[in-house]
């Protein structure tokens, strides 16, 4: 069977070092015709790693998508803001779309994105890796299998370092709203996602909490400058002086963001001019660094999802109880681990070991980044590009209700009913 063919759009860290990176590694699956990416060397880099010729290599999207269809697929790991035009057109001209998530950086944004492709019956699928790591479909499955009882309440918290944070959300692409999307939307649909997914139950009301706490002006050490390499007076204290991030051995991520070329001058060059050298405390960044949202499920169960950025340790934590049983689940890069907890006796009394769930991946699956969902997104991307059966959206879409909703309820302070 020959590979899928697909064309990019947006050669950045997700487009070239993770779909771009995949296809390499599964030719037999997917091979990329053609690549749209606004920054010379990156396009040329990518182009030349795919063996992509001039004629498929484009400067602006629009110009590749208004060719003839070159190929069965479209991936869309451009800005946030890009999405929704970008998406709606790799639809309405008949390629298969992966896009990354969000859908779009407005609810109406989305409900746009979401006609288009059932307008093209074709499969329009969303960035949302952790559906496909073996962790977390492990979690699903106790869930769904009734091995807990009925949810009676979930706590759930992405828990994102400190210095991510400050690369992504204070210096990085997603730092300003205007320029991007909410917080919640761009770091936590994930798990706005994974929480209906996972309970099967729809959420009905909620409200939220959240601020720039951190990250603010006021913050700032006495004398900072308002660029680290501008003579920082506390530099060998502050964790977030960029050359401790960024001028190290490792050319890996973060540090492939800030330059397409990994040399030390480069990335040096890249600190005296680029956003990626500020001062967190004297950027231009908005969007909050932490928030709670509290909500109640159709079936009347309640929970909590916190996310912030001030963790010491990356990845997320969960805890659900149910009426016979507990689940605890830690997934971070270090450690993935899944306990239940029967709610007995000899757990009443402490002399119980809580049951430790097998977390296995299926045949095939290859690992990989996201605990393994990034190749296991692509694996079923293909397949139902094969296919050609659109894949159902209404769970998917959801999550972007709640997040929409959520920064409603946190600008208003009411509760909202969905």
Known sequence: MPPVTAVLLGAGNRGADVYGAWALAHPESLRIVAVAEPDDAKRATFAASHGIPSEGQFARWHDLLARPKLADAAIVALPDREHEASGQATLRAG???????????TLDGTRRVVDAARNADVVLMLGYVLRYTPFFRAVRDVVRSGRLGDVVNLEWRENVHALHFAHSYVRGNWRREV????MLLAKASHDLDLLTWITGRRIERLSSFASLLHFREEHAPPGAPQRCLDGCPVADACPFYAPKTYLTQSVGWP?????????FEAREQALQTGPYGRCVYRSDNDVVDHQVVAFQFDSGASGTLTVHGHSAV????????GMKATLRGTFTGASQEITIQDHDEASFRGGAQPEVVPITAPTGMSGGGHGGGDDGLMHTFVGAVRSGSPLPLDLEVESHVLAFAAEDARRSGRVVTL
């Open 95 to 105: 390629y298969h779309t992966m896009l990354e998530k969000p859908i779009a950086s």
């Open 314 to 321: 990356e990845g997320r934590t969960l805890r659900i109880d």
């Open 255 to 263: 540090t492939s963001v800030i330059s397409p070329d990994p040399s």
């Open 179 to 182: 320029d991007s999307s909410p």
